[in-house]
């Protein structure tokens, strides 16, 4: 069975920082890009940040470039998304997601909450 679970999200001020986590079982680690993705309230689910499978590059939304950091750890099965100088608008659900040609698996999300 195909797990994905993240965790650290929570209440961070503006300019703050957080990590998030995601744990994954149930797949070949290796053999999958890594992503994040977030829902802001009221809106849809937009692309954060990748960690592509084949040579480990990564890529970013515009809007966290520069602040945003996605990295994965192989041994430990786990993905981590480094948030810095946090903004309000990057207030939202959190999901960790696990892609793979078609094939996309999802975890349920953690909420991040940028306070002024």
């Known amino acids: 069975q195909v797990q994905l679970v993240e965790s650290g999200g929570g209440v961070v001020p503006a300019g703050g920082s957080l990590r998030l986590s995601c744990l994954v079982a149930?797949?070949?680690?290796?053999?999958?890009?890594m992503n994040w993705f977030r829902q802001a309230p009221g809106k849809g689910r937009e692309f954060v940040a990748q960690?592509?499978?084949?040579?480990?590059?990564?890529s970013y939304a515009d809007s966290v470039k520069g602040r945003f950091t996605i990295s994965k750890d192989n041994d430990l099965k786990m993905v981590y998304l480094q948030m810095n100088s946090l903004k309000l608008e990057d207030t939202g659900v959190y999901h960790c997601?696990?892609?793979?040609?078609?094939?996309?698996?999802w975890g349920q999300g953690t909420g991040v909450t940028v306070s002024s």
């Open positions: 997601a696990a892609s793979r040609g078609s094939t996309t698996y």
């Open positions: 149930g797949i070949t680690f290796s053999d999958y890009s």
């Open positions: 960690l592509y499978r084949r040579n480990g590059g990564t």
